[in-house]
């Protein structure tokens, strides 16, 4: 459904973008069992673990088509935005959703080779908690879900990509090298949307992400950094590291 809609607004076949009000929470398929994060079993360095890490993956891509669609629908309230949002952010969000279902599907396809589908394993329930948190608030929606989650995500793919090649599954590196890389323009229009709603409310950027990513986020902007991916997604350090830095004052 995702790619469908994405299809039609870029075959011009969606033409106004209307106000609606979302539910809380996305309807979900009877599978998988969700469960909470700290019960999640231990991913092992064998085929099983790595069917567990794509079903992760594939879980995580699943959250984020209804981020996206989230963003859309909820934000498509002017008076819920608190600000002017132009055709072109519900196009980048749009974008995004076709990213996101692109991942799922490619990730889909590696869980198959592997004997397994999406739902066959639990997944956590983690994942929802920000955007309920950031139902009201279009600057910290953008402040949390793309600039702390998805840039976490271009720290840490890297290293699962080395595991998977270490391994010998090519395959599901490279599919995981494509998201990384989609995933750079995914933090870079969170950072320029953020950027824009900043600019039309009067917030200092810089302190007001910094503020909203302690409030709802806390430990989430950790080390190691993918510095370079983060910077092609306009973030630089300047703006992450001091959440980073827990040496104590004085
Ligand atoms: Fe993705
Ligand atoms: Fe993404």
Redesign the pocket.
């Given at each position: 459904m995702a790619r469908g809609i994405a299809a039609a607004w870029a075959g011009g076949h969606i033409r106004r973008i209307g106000r609606t009000d979302p539910p809380d929470r996305p309807a979900r398929p009877p599978r998988p069992v969700l469960r909470p994060p700290r019960e999640m079993p231990k991913r092992r360095p064998t085929a099983a673990g790595r069917a567990a890490l794509l079903h992760a993956v594939a879980h995580i891509?699943l959250n984020?088509i209804d981020?996206?669609a989230d963003i859309i629908a909820r934000f498509s309230d002017p008076d819920r935005a608190g600000v002017d949002l132009p055709a072109a952010f519900f196009a980048d969000w749009l974008q995004?959703a076709d990213?996101?279902a692109r991942?799922f599907e490619m990730v889909s396809a590696r869980l198959k080779d592997y004997g397994c589908a999406y739902g066959d394993l639990p997944a956590h329930d983690g994942l929802w908690q920000a955007a309920t948190d950031t139902r009201g608030d279009l600057v910290a929606r953008l402040a949390i879900v793309?600039m702390v989650f998805?840039a976490r995500?271009l720290d840490v793919t890297p290293p699962m990509i080395a595991a998977l090649r270490r391994a010998g599954d090519d395959a599901s590196a490279d599919v995981l090298q494509t998201?990384l890389d989609?995933?750079i323009?995914?933090?870079a229009a969170g950072h320029r949307w953020f950027l824009y709603a900043c600019d039309r409310r009067g917030l200092p950027p810089v302190d007001t992400w910094q503020a909203l990513a302690r409030r709802h986020a806390p430990g989430a902007v950790k080390p190691p950094f993918n510095a370079d991916a983060r910077a092609a997604a306009g973030m630089g350090p300047e703006l992450y590291l001091p959440l980073a830095d827990r040496t104590p004052p004085g």
């Amino acid at each position: 459904m995702a790619r469908g809609i994405a299809a039609a607004w870029a075959g011009g076949h969606i033409r106004r973008i209307g106000r609606t009000d979302p539910p809380d929470r996305p309807a979900r398929p009877p599978r998988p069992v969700l469960r909470p994060p700290r019960e999640m079993p231990k991913r092992r360095p064998t085929a099983a673990g790595r069917a567990a890490l794509l079903h992760a993956v594939a879980h995580i891509e699943l959250n984020a088509i209804d981020l996206a669609a989230d963003i859309i629908a909820r934000f498509s309230d002017p008076d819920r935005a608190g600000v002017d949002l132009p055709a072109a952010f519900f196009a980048d969000w749009l974008q995004v959703a076709d990213d996101e279902a692109r991942h799922f599907e490619m990730v889909s396809a590696r869980l198959k080779d592997y004997g397994c589908a999406y739902g066959d394993l639990p997944a956590h329930d983690g994942l929802w908690q920000a955007a309920t948190d950031t139902r009201g608030d279009l600057v910290a929606r953008l402040a949390i879900v793309p600039m702390v989650f998805e840039a976490r995500g271009l720290d840490v793919t890297p290293p699962m990509i080395a595991a998977l090649r270490r391994a010998g599954d090519d395959a599901s590196a490279d599919v995981l090298q494509t998201i990384l890389d989609d995933e750079i323009g995914h933090v870079a229009a969170g950072h320029r949307w953020f950027l824009y709603a900043c600019d039309r409310r009067g917030l200092p950027p810089v302190d007001t992400w910094q503020a909203l990513a302690r409030r709802h986020a806390p430990g989430a902007v950790k080390p190691p950094f993918n510095a370079d991916a983060r910077a092609a997604a306009g973030m630089g350090p300047e703006l992450y590291l001091p959440l980073a830095d827990r040496t104590p004052p004085g």
